[in-house]
């Protein structure tokens, strides 16, 4: 006996908001960009011209991020009963994969001007990357309050936390330079840098790959989840629970639960489904055995 549990799911602060804090993200990092180039060709800095490269790849996770936000919003249909709410588990993933990238291109670029020193117009570099922090930070803070809600929302939040504490490490790089001519700080900080990111980047990459592969969400322990089901009252025993991951915020479960007394379905029916929504599982589908029932469905476990 099958019994579908559905409840609509509502973004911690609404789509309209978030959906205005991609844009206002995409908008401000794209001007940026453009004055960042502009001010690199002006004064002939490698610095500045890679690190606009860097922030053009912040442009395209926003807008890749945004992308998978509203995919999310399209309903389901006959070939996609869930709609496309996975896509925002992927393009997660694919986040975390271009802070990567950018990591690695930071780590290169900083080794490459140990060997091959730079001279660099500390000054442009100081204010220009200033610019970078308030940029950075007025995106990284719009995307503040859902970042644990949404792993989607958590890799834009991270890619512009990222990029605020560059563009700190930038100035602090241009300052001493403009007054020490120390043009080694550059690479020095880039490297310190790179390894901040690297550090944050892991635990959105960790999650990301294990959703995508349906595994457990974070948070919910599946052998206290059966646990603490069998304890419930008309209940005898419970097998066959799988969770996984329909989106960046919502789960989901199916699971065979054995019952003492068939007439009481209903009410223990309503009783698992409040509990799992306490745990996020928001679509449940429940197969309800009597005691003694011979369960003839195959153990993929």
């Known amino acids: 006996m099958e019994h579908h549990h559905h409840h609509h799911h509502h973004l911690p602060s609404g789509a309209d908001t978030l959906n205005r804090a991609f844009i206002i ?38 807008i890749l991020a945004m992308f998978g936000f509203r995919l999310a919003q399209i309903h389901g249909s006959q070939h996609y009963t869930y709609g496309f709410r996975k896509s925002t ?67 834009a939040y991270l890619h512009m936390a990222a990029d ?32 901040m990111i690297l550090l944050s980047v892991w635990s959105l990459l960790r999650d990301s790959l294990r959703l995508a592969l349906d595994g457990v969400p974070d948070g919910i322990d599946l052998k206290e989840l059966e646990e603490n089901l069998r304890k419930m009252e008309g209940i005898c025993g419970v097998h066959h629970i799988h969770v996984w991951a329909i989106s960046t915020t919502e789960n989901a479960l199916t699971a065979h639960v054995v019952v003492e007394d068939i007439l ?9 489904k409040e509990y799992l929504h306490t745990h996020n599982i928001c679509h449940a589908t429940l197969e309800l055995e009597q005691k003694g029932e011979h369960c003839c469905t195959p153990s993929v476990e």
């Not at 020193?117 to 610019?131: H, K, L």
């Not at 330079?177 to 490297?191: A, E, M, Q, R, S």
């Open 25 to 62: 993200g995409i908008l401000l990092n794209t001007a940026f960009v453009t004055v960042e180039f502009g001010v690199g060709i002006i004064y002939n800095s490698m610095g500045l011209l890679s690190d606009a490269g860097h922030n053009l790849s912040d442009v395209a996770s926003l």
């Open 264 to 272: 009481r379905q209903h009410e223990i029916k309503e009783a698992v």
């Open 164 to 195: 605020t504490l560059v563009s700190v490490g930038v100035v602090i790089s241009g300052i001493l330079i403009y007054f020490t001519n120390w043009i080694w700080l550059d690479p020095v900080i880039g490297l310190c840098v790179a390894l």
């Open 89 to 155: 588990i992927l393009i997660s993933l694919a986040n975390s994969l271009l802070l990567l990238g950018a990591v690695g291109i930071i780590i290169y670029e900083s080794i490459m001007r140990l060997y091959t020193p730079v001279n660099i117009e500390g000054g442009a570099v100081a204010w220009t990357a200033g610019v970078g922090i308030v940029i950075n930070g007025i995106t990284a803070w719009l995307f503040l309050k859902d970042k644990d809600h949404d792993l989607n929302v958590k890799g």
